[in-house]
């Protein structure tokens, strides 16, 4: 397994993987997407795993307001060969 970060070229990869756990309705846009994982307060991964992308996690090292790690996403691809 492997953790990615997400960069502006992977927004699309980011995006089908959202939208796939969407209840088969995509819903989210490239610029909702871009927003919450192209940010400078959390770090966020694409996880690949035999050859394919598999997930996301989005995460703080050190949340302020406690002083522990918090993980915001922890999402899986939903049926989609990526």
């Known amino acids: 397994m492997i953790f990615q970060p997400i960069t502006e070229d992977l927004l699309d990869i980011v995006l089908e993987i959202i939208n796939s756990n969407e209840n088969g309705v995509p819903s989210r846009t490239i610029e909702e997407v871009k927003n919450e ?35 915001g996403l922890l999402m899986i691809s939903w049926g989609i060969p990526l």
């Open 37 to 71: 994982f192209l940010n400078l307060n959390t770090e966020s991964y694409l996880i690949f795993l035999e050859n394919k992308y598999i997930g996301i996690i989005d995460f703080l090292k050190n949340n302020p307001y406690d002083n522990c790690p918090w993980i």
